[in-house]
């Protein structure tokens, strides 16, 4: 299995950015999908995630309204769009896979794991 994630870069403050997080060798469709970050000399964090269908998502409090989670199952992809960006958002951004259909906020929940692409925005 592998997550091959994409689309950090960096941005100032205000600024957008679109992650991309493709999977291979797992039937995409049956698992939940996670973004979480983690910035230097804190934990791994839940930022959003997603059921099977799509039709389920979830936030952590402090993107919610700005960042929107989304896949699409014929891709084998899931998407994070992230605007209003702040200096807080800096981070590594990780995409992860989770057997059952729903997405969970347990980064322990989780089977597979991407490399993470960094994010950074500047104030």
């Known amino acids: 299995v592998q997550l091959q994630a994409s689309g950090g870069g960096l941005v100032q403050a205000g600024g957008s950015l679109r992650l991309s997080c493709a999977a291979s060798?797992?039937?995409?469709?049956?698992?939940?999908m996670g973004w979480f970050r983690q910035a230097p000399g804190k934990e791994r964090e839940f930022v959003a995630g997603v059921s099977w269908s799509g039709g389920i998502t979830d936030y952590a409090d402090s993107v919610k309204s700005r960042f929107t989670i989304s896949r699409e199952n014929v891709k084998n992809t899931v998407y994070l769009q992230m605007n209003s960006l702040q200096p807080e958002d800096t981070g590594v951004y990780y995409c992860?896979?989770?057997?059952?259909?729903?997405?969970?906020?347990?980064?322990?929940?989780?089977?597979?794991w991407g490399q993470g692409t960094q994010v950074t925005v500047s104030s």
């Open positions: 992860a896979a989770r057997k059952n259909s729903y997405s969970d906020r347990n980064p322990e929940s989780f089977d597979y």
């Open positions: 060798g797992l039937t995409f469709s049956r698992y939940g």
